[in-house]
Nanobody, 124 residues
Framework: QVQLVESGGGSVQAGGSLRLSCAASGDTYRSYCMGWFRQPPGKEREGVASINSDGAISYAESVKGRFTISRDNAKNTLWLQMDTLKPEDTAMYYC??????????????????WGQGTQVTVSS
């Protein structure tokens, strides 16, 4: 079992930055694939970035070069640094975890555990 708690969301103007954090419980965190997802109002949840259990990182094309995912296994924490934010980045952002190595790490159905979400709003 893993429990996830996100923080760091907020409102920012276009071009600004935010850093999301996800605190995970459980002593097997280091063996989990971790991901960030987002869901704009009225739209499907999409995978933004992921770090697989072997350390492999994957980004959605829409955030490449602007977002950076990282994790600290000793602190059971996952981050998402978001720079050069755009209005289209506005969404509820969720942290997710799945045990082991995941073949499709940016697919929501691959994940077993989810946080409650944190809202990110980018104004133009």
């Amino acid at each position: 079992q893993v429990q996830l708690v996100e923080s760091g969301g907020g409102s920012v103007q276009a071009g600004g930055s935010l850093r999301l954090s996800c605190a995970a419980s459980g002593d097997t965190y280091r063996s989990y694939c971790m991901g960030w997802f987002r869901q704009p109002p009225g739209k499907e949840r999409e995978g933004v970035a992921s770090i697989n259990s072997d350390g492999a990182i994957s980004y959605a094309e829409s955030v490449k070069g602007r977002f950076t995912i990282s994790r600290d296994n000793a602190k059971n924490t996952l981050w998402l640094q978001m720079d050069t934010l755009k209005p289209e980045d506005t969404a509820m952002y969720y942290c997710a975890a799945a045990p082991g190595w995941i073949f499709y790490p940016r697919r929501a159905s691959s994940y077993n555990y989810w946080g409650q979400g944190t809202q990110v709003t980018v104004s133009s």
